[in-house]
């Protein structure tokens, strides 16, 4: 857990042993208490040096142990012992020093860090602060505005630019360890008091109270209701106003209101769920840690609207080379010039210059015969994709990989029509695709474990999160989005307004409410799939009585609102009317009132006031249900899954953990009454019945969501 060795006959070297990470656990705490005493209290040993092993300083403390009881020696006085110690101390950083890494950085007298280090307080995005002294030391040595924006954001520094703010002594390209050792040896009989950051006075800051509130404004509108960025404002508050004495109290009461709190829970949750769901596994035992990925060079994208130019530019800023294909001239050159915008102004933000020379941009399908994977990301049409597919059976080499950006058809149908079932997988993205971070792979019946593998290998390459999930329409976030989409039009019949829906929705937590949301991605696309499926248009059976299709409650106002070409934001008309077509201020739109005045009076449904609690429980339990049954069919091998693709998908607060972590937390039972009375009062609406695995959870005393999985008897696996 930490090795001690005597180097150069006078320097103790303690080297953190507990990987991956060397995460502060009670056995490391311990193993570093005993380390520091024998260091101090050998004669022979006049200096100390600090550092991990395997090129990683201290990823902070061991999040896992934050669940249960608190055991081995607490980190704020084992940190106060090393920052008091009469011998200098050296911290070696390589890799990283996160959250407590860092604060055991800040109480070492020197501070030594490899050229690609990174440094940082991310307590807060677990809903924390850093309490083991971080946010009273650190603003004593960088002063107040630096400090406050490393602990509200939780960023990581790179070492170049904690070298600049005073936090680093020295960077190296050397090793970091000899660098500190000799290091250590030059601050041998140096006065130490000055170094010791505790003991330093908070730089005085001009309008300190007008910052904190600039500041307190700024992190209010980013993560509204989010607890964890307000306490660490008022600690750092404590750094300037008070004695560290004093501070370190206050830091240590900000604490206790949020170490138990649900949204620490949910948002540490959230911190392991991102790093399962890249650990895929077929029911044939082929899994993430047996299955090799191909080795992609070269990429083509067959289309260039939205998707395929996000898709074109996030393979060519990771270095692969791409060809991309589009059906004529002109299309061809106006998806040219916007990728090249793109890249150019993603590189100037990055300070690196963009790769356009990976670029080749053609008309010709034949261009594609050498090529390691296509991604079809052309029209959502079946028949057009089936054609696609047929030509690059003929076009590519048998190797190559087929991919489809399909956000909803049958991946397997697609498959069928090819050379290569087995190499043939979707890739699902989301809009603008070089920016959102969520990538389903889709996984059908016939795709191999290579093929997989390959597809989540290239969404970690492309800096994606990727899922993978299980063929079946819509998949999993789409699938989802039906029930909480349907739910959130019903309320609109019963007496609600968009701006209500949204308004309930964004106090919850989302960035976005869900008429605000449908603006933003188009509401000509739902209403075309509505006609394909004769829900709305000339194919509608007369014989359907109002407000119902397929014998179920149907809600036609989004069909009205298209029908007048209000199409969202792109039009400048759809739930709400904006500036002009393309506007993104979204105003309240008198005309959708009437619109609905109207729709009700001549239906004869009596409007009626709705709570923001009905809101959230028919929108998120609806959601939550469809998860279960997701569950259920094997389409998603977890609820973690199923969480992270609505967090990095389609703006679920993280503070809230994702719709099943919620579902949990608001307790299943509680969730099941809910829905039961919601199902009760809307027999007509399947999505409200409760699903069997939804119901078999609570009768086994709802277990929390991590021990669902071992609930889930699932017949077929689509995975
Ligand atoms: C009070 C609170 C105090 C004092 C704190 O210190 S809170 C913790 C603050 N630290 C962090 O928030 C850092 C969290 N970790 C990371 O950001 C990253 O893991 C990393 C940058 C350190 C490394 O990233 P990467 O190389 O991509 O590796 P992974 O993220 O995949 O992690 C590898 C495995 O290590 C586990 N891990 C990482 N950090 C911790 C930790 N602090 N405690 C416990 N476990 C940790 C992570 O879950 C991965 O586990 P497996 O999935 O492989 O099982």
Known sequence: MARYELVKRSVALITLTNPPVNALSSAVRHAMAKSMERALNDPKVTAVVICGENGRFCGGADIREFAGPLRGPPLVPLLDAIEAGQKPVVAAIEGVALGGGFELALVCHYRIAHFKARLGLPEVTLGLLPAAGGTQRLPRLIGIPAALEMITTGRHLSAQEALKLGI????????????AVEFALRAVGKPLSSRRVSMLTTPCTPDLDALLEAVTMQVKKKARGVMAPLACIQAVRAAATMPYSKGIKRESELMATLFNSGQAQALQYCFFAQRTAGKWTLPNGAQWNNSKPREIRSAAIIGLGTMGRGIVVSLARVGISVIAVESEKKLLETGKQMVIGMLERDAKRRGVSASLNLLKFTLSLQDLKDVDLVIEAVFEDMALKKRVFQELSKVCRPATVLCTNTSGLDVDALAGVTDRPHLVVGMHFFSPAHVMKLLEVVCGPRSSSETIATAMSLGKRMGKVSVAVGNCPGFVGNRMLKPYLDQATFLLEEGATPEQVDKALEDFGFAMGVFRMSDLAGLDVGWRIRKESGLT??????????????????????DMICEQGRFGQKTGRGWYMYDKPGGTNAKPDPLIQNLLEMYRSRYGIQPRNISDQEIIERCLFALANEGFRIL????????????????????FPRHRGGPMFYASMVGLERVLQRLEHYHQANPDVPHLEPSPLFKKLVACGSPPVQKWREHIKTMHSHL
Request: charged share 30%; net charge negative.
């Open 632 to 651: 259920e069919d094997g389409i998603a091998a977890r609820p973690e899954d199923i969480d992270v693709i609505y967090l990095f998908g389609y703006g």
């Open 537 to 558: 248009g000339p194919d509608v059976d007369p014989k359907n009585p109002p407000r119902r299709r397929q014998g179920r409650r149907y809600c036609p106002v989004p």
């Open 168 to 179: 680093l002594d020295q960077v190296t390209e050397q090793n970091t360890c000899e660098v």
